[in-house]
Each structure stands twice: as structure tokens, then as C-alpha cells.
């Protein structure tokens, strides 16, 4: 440790306080600076906002305006159909509902079953229109095959390929408009 003289003390006191006032003066600018910088931040964001808020409300005017002005113009444009103009229209709507009750109906139609008289005839176009044989050509061969087995002559022919002849039953199935027949063979494939 080191004696100073009296008046040292003092001088060093007095240079303490002025580097103390200098480190004041610097922290005290350096918070200036910086609040100054924040303050003008702060205006051009408010300017920034304050033009796109005008920017927004230029908008809604014009699309205020373009509102109306559709509103005259579909306006102008009903007030300009002519009574033909609009007869055309209601007849079209006329034909239009016609078409669809007509359609309803013919649904409902086709969702009633078929009578039994209509069932015989589909039955016959159908029989008619199976591959190959007619009603007539089923009914000889099963006119041969009785008479064969009543003669009771025995054949051992293996046949290559068969298609029982005799139908033993037959169903209708209906799904939705359409109809479907199951066919019962002899040989009991479908």
C-alpha cells in the first residue's frame, strides 16, 4: 500500500466524478439513441399500417361499387325481358316438369312385379333364346330320351360334352328394375 498526500485524495475523488459523469453522459446518450431509433421504428410502422388501411378501404369501395352496379344491371336486365321472353320461359319450365312426373311414373311402373301372364312370356322368349335350342327341339329330344329309356335298350356311349335338356324349375329374381331367372336343369346346374 501507498500514501497519497492530502490533496490527492481530492483530485482522484474529482477525476473519479468526472469519469463517472462522462460514463453517464454516454449511457444516458446510448439510451437516447436508442429510443429515438425506437420512436421512428414505431412512425413508419403506424405510416406502413395507415397506408394499407386506406389501400383496404380504396377496396371495399370498389367492391361496394361493383356490388350496386350488378344489382342495376340484373335490374335492367329483368325489367327488359318482354312478356314473350318470359312465356318461353314458363313453357320450358312447363315441359320440363312434364318430363320429369312422366319419368317418375315410368319408374314406378318398372318397379311393379311382372304379372303372371308376363312372367309365361318372358319365360318363352327366354326358353326360345337359349343357345341353340328351341321349345320344340327340347320338347323332341325329351320325346326321344323317354322312349329310349321305356324300350329299355341299354347304350354304353360315354358322350364328350352334354346339356341336360330338361328343365325342372325355374325362379324369378328381381333386383330393382331388372329381372333375373334361375333355371333349374335335370342335372342340377344352373
Known sequence: MFFLPNGAFQEVAMVR?????????????????????????AKKEERANIALIEVWDDIQVKIDADHQLAE??????????????KAILFQQ???????HFATKTAEEKGNKPPTKAQQRKIMC???KNI?????????????????KYEEEVAIDAIPLA????????????????KSYYQIARADGKP
Open 125 to 127: 322368349t327366354y326358353l
Open 17 to 41: 466524478r468526472r469519469l463517472d459523469k462522462k460514463a453517464a453522459k454516454k449511457l444516458q446518450d446510448k439510451f437516447d439513441d436508442e429510443e429515438r431509433l425506437v420512436r421512428k421504428k
Open 72 to 85: 342495376r344491371l340484373q335490374a335492367q336486365e329483368q325489367e327488359e325481358l318482354l312478356d314473350a321472353e
Open 131 to 147: 343357345e341353340g335350342y328351341n321349345l320344340k327341339a327340347l320338347k323332341l329330344k325329351e320325346l326321344i330320351l323317354s322312349n
Open 93 to 99: 319450365l312447363l315441359e320440363k316438369r312434364r318430363k
Open 162 to 177: 352334354v346339356k341336360s335338356p330338361r328343365i325342372v324349375d325355374s325362379k324369378i329374381h328381381k333386383k330393382g328394375k
